[in-house]
């Protein structure tokens, strides 16, 4: 502790504010401060200080405001000025790309690249109930899904990514949520691969949109499986191809324009996968193909998206030739008496 720099500080508080009767974080405890102070290096990460900046200059807010973290639109209702406005408008511009949204902020639209609304109307449903969980979003983006679990009523939500730009962001919504939450809701910007082995920590894990980034997908099982108390639920969300239990495929050096694509099973083999981990009542509970008005280009996301990566003549391959971006959620618990499995 004694090393720590002060904004490392404030996060490890926060997170221990909330974990710290278990003893079963404790290894993770010990090893968060440097874990931290890797994820915030502002030598390592070129834009870093800039978007801490930004963060840092927004205004101080009115208390008085209406959050509804249960809306499709995460939305923070609050009376600006025509100048606060302004200033937030153009603070939180600096931290674009904004990916994962969509918000509503003090009367600022942030019109993201997915509309990560429609992914958690098709998740949510299916979900044991969030009530007063211990949850774990791996790769959770800027936080727009871990809000609405919040809002779901989990009694702490944290979102593991390490991606500081998505850091930023979390930090940003946060201004403007304050304390509506009760803290509920918390970011460290570390990887699954700094999450200790075999916590059996969370009452739900969820992995959304990482599966296919692992180079090792069973590992990836194995790990999400030790981050869950005994009975957890795991929320797996992915890229899938069709085909039966054996299918699985892995394209070139980029799929859909994405780098570091790996393994894109079928849904059945996936559910054959995570049952060889040791996870049982596995089911799909759903399958599509992502839409165009899903992922879009918009003014936060100024980039190219989807439409450009589909094959103009043939909207159900991607530019390289490949079957179009199918995604499948498939839940799963991890046994009450945990399996030793290969
Ligand atoms: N080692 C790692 N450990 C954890 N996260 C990682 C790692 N490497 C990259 N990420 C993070 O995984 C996320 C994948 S996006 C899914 C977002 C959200 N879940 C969504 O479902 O919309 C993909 C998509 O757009 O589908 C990014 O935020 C990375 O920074």
Same mark, same amino acid.
Request: aromatic letters at 12%.
């Given at each position: 502790m004694a090393?720590? !720099?002060n904004d490392h500080r404030v996060l490890? $508080?926060? *997170?221990?504010?909330q974990a710290t009767q278990d003893a079963s974080l404790t290894p993770w405890l010990a090893k968060l401060p440097e874990q931290l102070a890797n994820g915030l290096d502002r030598q390592r990460h070129g834009d870093l200080s800039a978007w801490e900046k930004a963060v840092a200059k927004l205004p101080p807010l009115p208390e008085q405001r209406r959050v509804d973290l249960n809306s499709d639109t995460l939305t923070v209702e609050l009376d600006l000025t025509d100048s606060q406005q302004r200033q937030? *408008?153009?603070?939180?511009r600096k931290l674009a790309p904004w990916r994962k949204g969509p918000f509503s902020l003090g009367g600022i639209e942030i019109d993201t690249e997915w509309r990560s609304d429609w992914k958690w109307q098709r998740v949510s449903p299916h979900l044991a109930p969030l009530k007063y969980r211990k949850v774990l979003d791996v790769g959770g983006g800027s936080g727009y899904h871990a809000w609405r679990m919040a809002g779901a009523g989990a009694a702490f939500v944290l979102v593991i990514d390490p991606s500081p730009r998505f850091y930023w962001q979390f930090q940003a919504v946060r201004h403007f949520v304050g304390n509506a939450d009760? %803290?509920? /809701? $918390?970011?460290? =910007?570390? %990887? &699954?691969?700094? +999450? !200790?082995?075999?916590? %059996? *920590?969370?009452? /739900? +894990?969820f992995s959304m949109g990482v599966l296919y980034h692992r180079p090792s997908p069973l590992e990836h099982l194995q790990q999400l499986k030790g981050a869950l108390a005994p009975g957890g639920e795991l929320v797996l969300e992915t890229l899938v191809v069709e085909g039966d239990e054996q299918t699985v495929f892995v394209p070139g050096e980029r799929y859909a324009a994405m780098p570091n694509v790996y393994f894109l099973p079928s849904s059945k083999a996936l559910c054959h996968w995570l049952e060889r981990c040791g996870f049982t009542n596995v089911r799909v509970v759903d399958e599509a193909v992502t839409t165009l008005d899903e992922q879009r280009s918009t003014e936060w996301m100024t980039y $190219?998206?989807?439409?450009? *990566?589909?094959? =103009?003549?043939?909207? /159900?391959?991607? &530019?390289e030739g490949y079957p179009a971006p199918r995604r499948a959620v498939i839940l799963a618990n991890k046994p009450e008496a945990s399996v030793a499995t290969a």
């Open positions: 090393l720590l !720099p490890y $508080q926060a *997170f221990l504010d937030c *408008f153009n603070l939180l009760e %803290g509920r /809701t $918390q970011f460290l =910007p570390v %990887g &699954i691969e700094d +999450v !200790p082995e075999n916590l %059996g *920590f969370f009452d /739900t +894990v $190219q998206s989807l439409a450009d *990566f589909l094959d =103009p003549e043939d909207r /159900t391959r991607t &530019i």
